[in-house]
């Protein structure tokens, strides 16, 4: 059991020295169903504890794996939502790109310098011919 949790392996892919994969299998749900793994981690925990060497004020979960079936790869959506929802998103840049274009940060509108009165290539200055 501890080989498939270890490698992420299917259960069919298990080495044939651990035994048949399917004795495997079975055993271990018979084992989570009647709530071996909780006893053993419980009972870790209290012998560690009365040993001093767990904190648990600390303590979280992660994961960065997520299964899913093969089909949730790609939504379908009807060609309306799909163009509705496109619609929404070019609204809703533009009325972004037209309100950061339109301010700078001190909320005043940018002056606008054209490029024949400022040749600097750096854009600061004044004009170089």
């Known amino acids: 059991m501890i080989w498939r949790f270890k490698t992420g392996g299917q259960w069919r892919e298990m080495p044939t020295e651990f035994g048949a994969w399917s004795t495997v299998h079975n055993r271990f749900r018979q ?23 767990v904190d648990l004020s600390l303590v979280g979960i992660d ?14 959506l009807d060609e309306d939502v799909v163009t509705a929802l ?5 609204e809703e840049e533009k ?3 037209k309100g950061a274009a339109s301010k700078s940060e001190t909320g005043k509108r940018p002056k606008v310098i054209p490029r024949w009165k400022n040749d600097d290539a750096s854009g600061v200055g004044g ?3």
């Not at 084992?31 to 060497?53: N, P, S």
């Not at 496109?86 to 070019?90: I, L, P, S, V």
């Open 127 to 129: 004009n170089s011919g």
């Open 31 to 53: 084992w989570r169903d009647a709530g071996v793994f909780e006893a053993l981690l419980e009972g870790l925990i209290t012998e560690a504890a009365k040993r001093g060497e």
């Open 63 to 76: 994961s960065t794996t997520a299964r899913a079936h093969h089909d949730a790869a790609g939504m379908h």
């Open 86 to 90: 496109e619609k929404a998103a070019a």
């Open 95 to 97: 009325a972004r790109s």
